[in-house]
């Protein structure tokens, strides 16, 4: 029994947007691997937040790279 969580991060001029999917591979999942995927996916989006934070904080950590996207 396996699950797969996947996250996709786009970094946008004024935000950081996070998609994840989780989804049962295989013989399918129990109750505790689903448990243990949805606070991956918990953790890492409260993550983001916290950087979205830290880079509204401070300009100087927010630039735009050469080729147009951010950093």
């Known amino acids: 029994m396996t699950v797969r969580v996947t996250f996709e991060f786009t970094h946008t001029e004024d935000r950081i947007d996070v998609v994840s999917d989780i989804e049962s591979v295989g013989e399918g999942c129990c109750t ?17 937040g916290t950087i ?3 880079l509204q904080a401070d300009p100087a950590l927010f630039r735009v790279a050469s080729d147009g996207s951010v950093h």
């Open 32 to 48: 505790c691997e689903m448990a243990f995927a949805a606070i991956t996916v918990a953790n890492v989006k409260e993550a983001v």
């Open 52 to 54: 979205r934070q830290a």
